[in-house]
């Protein structure tokens, strides 16, 4: 019986634990007799060399001929490394609260800060541990986001027991994929597969390097495919585009950003997870399919950031089973039936200037897109990370309960087809750090980021000088760096590519700036 993703989310988000703690020009093929090596410079020749290769291939297994592992294992585990990733002692400021403010603020000179004091605080040194899957003889290394997310210095060691530092090509926290690099050649990689391939009930090996304890081996079969899971990642973050094969090969803490082998030696997706209530295997495992890395990875590679395509719509998934909610299950049946479907993804809303304007329909149910059939909306998701803006892709609707083809140029986030480029908040050319007590007191203030330096960039080209005290960025209060970070990077994403910013001088002199971040 089927579970919907709020029915998960219920039960499952308890248990779902990261398997780790916090790449690219050469590829092996295997062929059926003996692999071979096909050497490019592009990712995308080597992908579209092994998928040809992938439909040559045949494999049979019967009850008289039991499916032997033991090849693909032994080719994939020195393909198969551990990293070990370190963030440096750092010191910070946090605000703490003060019990006695409340009651004695004005004596203690508090007033008006709410009962808190920002202070320095000397963060420890942190380690985190994973996995991660050579996918080139030149060093390139795929892994989960999550095993690097932060670090500050990244070691790499093979399973021949070299070690050697890489770095971070590129990350993408929607996937919780990430590319590094490790310098030399002639390092053993893991022939890419095709994940769409994959059958339920399947043989799968999940190949890891946990702990130093070199390349652990378990098997187990597919359990599922386009599984949404409501899942956390790391720091308690969710992973944005969620479409995960799930297993029973038993993968425990450190197998983050291994490899899920099928039992022709391929690597068919990276291992994200674990379900347990104990934090230990007990029988669920999500990786994250071959076919959303590939594109991942030749994005990240190519442009330091994936080039995301986006229908542009607001939709809700066709789920007649829900097994909570009696009411909302015969409402779902009776509008499914009212559509002429019994499966999909509705369209409930279209963006204005997006990818599906003019296009799409409310009330359109989405049933294919490309060559993909959509059953849910995961699967929809799986299907659009293979497609860039630009693309023209033919989607499959039911509308008026008959059924048609409709074909969408697909846009960015920002409702564009150009090249989105990996913007950090260098390009603001400015320096900050929270405003002092001293300051708050003088300007009464309760919160604020303060402009210590400005060189050649955005702020600098919008008018904005040295002390000016930021309140508030596109509408959202700002007490540290952080807060500001997390407003660009979605001002970045965003059609207008605006930071508006208000704030205060040190003079009392009230200030709003309009930031201009695109970069043509």
Known sequence: MKQTTKNILGVAAIGLFSAGIA????????DLERPTTVASSNFSDIFEQNDNCLRLAAYEATDAQPVDLTAAAESSVNAVVHIRATQSSKVQEVEVRDPFADIFGDFFGYRGQGGTQRRQVQTPERRGYGSGVIISKDGYIVTNNHVVEGADEITVKLNDDRELQGRIIGTDAETDLALVKIEGDNFPTIPVGDSDALKIGEWVLAVGNPFNLNSTVTAGIVSAKARAIGSQTANGQAATIQSFIQTD??????NSGGALVNARGELVGINAMLYSPTGAYSG???????SIMKKVVTDLKEHGVVQRAKLHIGCNEIITD????????AEMKKRAEELGVTEGVIVESV??????EGILEVND???GLGNKKIHRFADLQ?????????????VKIVRDKKQQTVTVELKNEQGTTKVVKNADMEILGAAFKPVSDDTKRQLRLNYGLQVTGVTEGKMSDAGIRRGFIILKANGQMLKSEDDLKKVFEAAVKSPDQVLFLSGVFPSGKRGNFAVDLSQE
């Open 23 to 30: 790449g690219f020009t050469t590829y092996k093929v295997l």
């Open 249 to 254: 090969a038993a993968i425990n803490s450190g």
């Open 284 to 290: 669920y495992g999500f990786a994250i399919p071959t």
């Open 322 to 329: 829900l097994q909570a909610d009696e009411k909302r299950t």
């Open 351 to 356: 963006e204005e200037g997006g990818s599906s």
């Open 365 to 367: 149910v989405i049933i």
């Open 382 to 394: 799986e299907a659009l990370q293979q497609y860039r803006p630009g693309d023209k892709v033919q």
